[in-house]
């Protein structure tokens, strides 16, 4: 019995030796979105069926990571897992290319992953384990959304014996990707190349890959595709490639994040000790664990509206200056100070960030049926004060006071305009409250006073 012992342990060296080489095995993915209207998984869409979910141009957008499973990877266990009764022991790692199209392309090599970042590393997962995480903000924003298409490069890597020093550096790599970074930084690069060095190095295995593209809303409202909504991706991975999942039988458990079976069966023992069939709930908070699917490897990611963007647009835009300022000169370590103009254009930057940040705030607070009189009467002073007040330029023309980027202002007048269209039935006088909207330099009389309040305020009578 000992010398059949030994012979299989070294039967297992021998294969553990063997498997420390890279071995590509993506499998074959593929992702539903949850919708919660008819508690289905979908992958395609028709945008008028799901237009409280949609994010329009403006909104501060957030992508998190809200649970993921880990079904198996290409680690052999060790002898003594095996001695053990243990399953395989890996080093995973999950790394993503989230961006707007405009900011970045989409590469299908090592440079798709110019803005990749680790957002979870682990040296200790086993097969069939669910990642210890939930809810990790760590994929993208909040950074406000342009209204482009929107591409998630999503990798799970597992490496071969990576070491201390590789483990920290994974480690740290999975830290700084909890914190926004934008891809002006110069911090940026480094950490984009050393992420993509996981991708193409030899030590490494990738178990999972799947590049989704969403696009904004617009088009035919009535075609089945693919946009940006808010709410919970599920991407599943096969590891029999040929096989295809059957979504029909599994949904996203909302109180958990997690894949559930939807109508499944189980056996339990009622109280007589008798078998008694149950069937799986997949509202419920707590199921029993023959409810949850773990047949593959999934990732589950939300998409989701954030309240603000100001602090990680305004780190944007500063990077974005900052860069264009010292691209010109030598060794920029040389360069003590920004000139005088750099400086005020930063200021008035982040000063233009602020006031659009704060007359959204109050024009969301305006558009919501959830709040109070008070707080709706305050955001509609604050809003008036914040739009309307003016100031003498230096030619002796009036001019507003908080100044707010043109495109940012245009946005702003579209949801003013949609507020006030919800409140409003007649097109004449709509277009009399916009053009007195747009007078923005002009000052408030109690004419028109009269006019907007109650075209702003339909919302809380």
């Not at 023992?269 to 699917?293: M, W």
């Not at 490897?297 to 264009?324: C, R």
């Not at 009269?450 to 702003?456: E, F, M, Q, T, V």
């Amino acid at each position: 019995m000992k010398t059949q012992m030994k012979n299989f342990l070294s039967l297992c060296l021998a294969f553990a030796s063997i498997s420390a080489c890279a071995i590509s095995n993506e499998g074959a993915t593929d992702f539903r979105y949850y919708n919660t209207i008819d508690n289905k998984l979908v992958k395609y869409i028709k945008p008028n069926e799901v237009t409280a979910s949609q994010i329009k141009e403006g909104k501060a957008l957030v992508v998190s990571i809200k649970q993921a499973y880990i079904e198996d990877f290409t680690e052999w266990p060790s002898p003594l897992r095996i001695a053990r009764f243990e399953p395989a022991n890996g080093e995973i790692a999950i790394v993503v290319n989230a961006f707007e199209q405009g900011n970045s392309s989409l590469n299908f090599g090592p440079k798709g992953l110019e803005n990749a970042r680790v957002v979870f590393f682990s040296d200790d997962v086993w097969e069939g384990q669910y990642l210890n995480l939930s809810n990790l903000s760590t994929i993208y924003g909040p950074l406000k959304y342009n209204g482009n298409n929107f591409i998630i490069d999503l990798y799970v890597v597992e490496f071969d014996q990576p070491g201390d020093q590789l483990k920290q550096l994974v480690t740290n790599l999975a830290e700084l990707g909890t914190t926004f970074y934008p891809p002006a930084s110069p911090i940026a690069g480094a950490l984009s190349k050393l992420a993509g060095s996981l991708i193409t190095d030899q030590q490494e295995d990738r178990i999972f890959h799947y590049t989704l593209e969403l696009k904004p809303v617009g088009g035919d409202l009535n075609l089945d595709t693919g946009i940006l909504l808010t709410g919970n991706y599920a991407f599943i991975r096969e590891g029999n490639r040929k096989k295809v999942t059957n979504w029909a039988d599994l949904v996203i458990n909302p109180k958990t994040g997690r894949i559930v079976y939807k109508n499944k069966e189980i056996d339990t023992l009622n109280t007589n000790g008798g078998d008694n069939k149950v069937s799986c709930n997949c509202t419920d908070e707590e199921l029993p664990s023959e409810c949850y699917y773990s047949e593959n490897t999934y990732i589950v990611i939300e998409v989701n509206k954030a309240i603000s963007s100001l602090k990680n647009d305004t780190q944007q835009m500063i990077y974005k200056e900052l860069v264009s300022e010292l691209s010109d000169t030598s060794p920029a370590i040389f360069k003590t100070a920004l000139p005088e103009d750099a400086l005020k254009n930063l200021a008035g930057g982040v000063a233009e960030l602020r006031n659009a940040d704060k007359i959204n705030k109050e024009i969301d607070i305006l558009s919501s049926t959830n709040n109070t009189l008070d707080s709706n009467n305050t955001a509609l002073s604050s809003f008036l004060d914040f739009w309307f007040s003016i100031e003498d330029s230096e030619e002796g023309k009036n001019i507003s006071k908080y100044k707010i980027d043109s495109i940012e202002e245009q946005l702003i007048e579209r949801k003013i305009g949609e507020l006030v269209a919800s409140c409003e039935s007649n097109q004449d006088t709509i277009i009399s409250i916009m053009d007195i909207m747009r007078s923005r330099a002009t000052e408030l009389n109690d004419t028109n006073r009269g006019k907007i309040i109650p075209a702003l305020s339909c919302k809380h009578k």
